[in-house]
């Protein structure tokens, strides 16, 4: 799985142009990003661009109202740059089209950076599987102690027979593996 999860970090940083030395600045302009951009944040900005917009539609209408065809301004080229539709660097509005000083676009730097937090969440699963398998081990090896203790003392009884037998080499098995 981590393996895989590797690959396809290097596949996307491959296909996107990162190099290594870049991952990690990469990541951390994604946590920039993201730190200063809340969603109550984004719906307020929504808001004000949708009002900037109306404000700027209606006084293009009002210029326009007498002008001669020639220099009126088209309202539809607004609106198609104020649009997603267009990505120049005049058109651009929110902080994900900016491009950085390498024109490497934060959409491109945030699929660097959910293949970077994939790795980083095996490995760390990886460690607590590891830490939870060794602290069962232990667990095992305690309840093997103790089930050993009472098989002394049964044998020092003077039971003995078939039962003790088996639970003697199930113990040595448990033992062996651990």
Not at 9 to 27: A, F, N, R, S, Y
Not at 38 to 51: A, P, V, W
Not at 66 to 94: C, M, Y
Not at 127 to 134: F, L
């Amino acid at each position: 799985m981590l393996e895989g999860e590797t690959q396809k970090m290097k596949d996307t940083c491959e296909e996107l142009g990162c190099p290594e030395d870049k991952v990690q600045q990469w990541v951390n302009d994604v946590r920039d990003w993201a730190t200063n951009d809340s969603n109550k944040i984004r719906q307020l900005r929504r808001k004000r661009l949708r009002e900037e917009k109306t404000k700027l539609l209606e006084a293009i209408r009002q210029y326009n109202t007498g002008q001669p065809p020639e220099t009126e301004i088209q309202e539809e080229e607004v609106e198609r740059r104020l649009s997603a539709e267009q990505q120049t660097t005049d058109s651009l509005i929110w902080p994900w089209e900016v491009q950085s000083d390498e024109s490497v676009s934060i959409l491109a730097q945030k699929k660097v950076f959910d293949a970077y937090m994939g790795k980083r969440r095996l490995v760390e699963e990886r460690a607590i599987i590891v830490r939870e398998m060794r602290q069962h081990c232990l667990y095992l090896r305690s309840q093997a102690d103790k089930i050993r203790m009472q098989m002394q003392h049964v044998s020092c009884g003077g039971h003995s027979g078939k039962f003790h037998d088996t639970i003697s080499q199930i113990l040595l098995n448990i033992h062996s593996v651990y």
